[in-house]
């Protein structure tokens, strides 16, 4: 893999002032990030300009599970479940150190919406539209196994559960690892790059965008637009086009993270919420546990989501009633995340009913729009909408941008196998968690740079490697601080400072002004605590 840092970003800011491409993206989650790596590896000239970091909206905040979605079965969405678990399985042979194996269980019990026989038939179709390619099919576990696979679980009027796989995933690294495998094949990539407006020209179009780390100006030359940015679909199209009809329904989901200590969950649990059809996840991750979502109408900017003492309250009182024994409580939260499920706007009453299927439209000035779907069909998604704008130019271009390189690795470094034997060597601990999260592009941190620990050097890759270009997003979006601490990583603070010092020349002044944005997002995410 080539270095994506600060210099390569700049370097892609003159290409985009000078050449014409093909095609510009605008947003750089994973759908944006998916159609430019599909894009650029047919041999287009792609742009892809993202407004914050990559992964910054929606897709670093989801369940973090590549899945069929076992619940859409209800709403008869098959075509929807058998595309996600096609692709399931094709995202753990192109990117084997992000998506991974994960065994669930489904208790049921005499009072659940849905009873053991039919969830049993539920089962059966979920294998089937796996084509049987599931890691295991699914098993059904009497009230007495079950018990002894998840001892915590609630024993009262269990009647059994079963037992089948799906997987989890690293959704902001993944995303990031997309525009890595993008910029590889050649696009030119770049966060902190706002788009402004559009001009349409005869036969291209002007995008002005704006670059957020220093208020310049760019004017990009393209011949086609896609738009992939998620839930500010509805926000943007109403800047670029005066009549724009809304296309989306935008829901809020909130996720919180117990130490799995004190929720001590063999498998994922699927919990199902009191007479709706929405359906709560228990996913261990490591030494702790993520609990979501919730699913609630959101109107709001989705910049400025976050988690609420209700939704927090609701989480919990579901936990309570699957693991009445474990005692968890809200002191054991150690943070929450939130996010907005670009939704298309359909006739469901409810948010939980609404349709997860993919829109892509055309706008009045002939810009393409991606959105909603889930983030296990985006490469799916992406390839839909490259072959939508293939359709609008002449044969011969078609003819030379027919073929994609999608199911290739993603990254070059990262196959299948080479990593199943990487992992298999012996190692230490941190060095061994290394090999697990990077696979062997793991070498680049572990060897030795001057007096960095282990944590420095890790630091220096996401500065040089994915394009991380202050604190906050080290912390929140390249690492676990964030996340999986208690007091967010703060304590780290000064060793992780000190590599944005000697790498990208950091002044004491950015310095405390990103410790002070990093207070402030832990303030928004978790506000909540205080209003308890
Ligand atoms: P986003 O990730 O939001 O990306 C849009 C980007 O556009 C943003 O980065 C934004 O900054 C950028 N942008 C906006 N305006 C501009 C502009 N003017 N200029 C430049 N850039 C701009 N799916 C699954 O498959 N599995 C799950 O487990 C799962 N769980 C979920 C749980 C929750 C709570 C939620 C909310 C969603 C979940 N999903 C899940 C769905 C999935 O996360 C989303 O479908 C997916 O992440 C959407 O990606 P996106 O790229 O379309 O949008």
Redesign the pocket.
Known sequence: MNQLGQDQRHQNIIRMNRETFDVVV???????AGVSRDASSRGMRVAL????DY?????S???????GGIRYLENMEFKLVFEALSERKTLFEIAPHLVHPMRFMIPIFKESRVTFFKMGLGMWLYDVLSLFQAPEIHRKLPAKETLSAQSELKSNNLVGSYIYYDAYMD?DRLTIETVRSAAQFGAAVGNY???QGVTKGKDHYIVDVVDLLNQTQIQIRTKQIIS?????TDI?GSQIENNWKKRLRPTK???LIFPRKKLPLHQAVVMGAEKSSRIIFGIPRGDYVIV??TDTDYQSD?GTVHSEKVDVDYLLQVLKSYFPNSNVTVNDIMSSYS????LVKDDSDTPGKTSREHLIFKDAMGILHV?G????TYRKMAEDAVKLLLNDLPYEKRFEFNNSKTLEPINDLVTENGYREFISHDRNGEEKKLAERYGPEAILIMRPQGDYNLLQREVAFHIENTMCLNIPDYYIRRSNLFLYHRDHGLSKFEEISRVFKDKLSYTDKQIGDDLNALHAYIKKEMGWKTSQ
Do not use: M, N, Q
């Open positions: 605008i947003g750089g989650g994973i759908t944006g300009v993202e407004g914050s992964a910054s909206g929606t897709s905040r989801s369940s973090k599970l590549i899945h959704d790059l706002k788009v992939c940015t998620g839930p500010w943007f989901g909130i996720h979501g979502t989705p996010g907005v499920r670009p959105t779907g889930k983030y296990t």
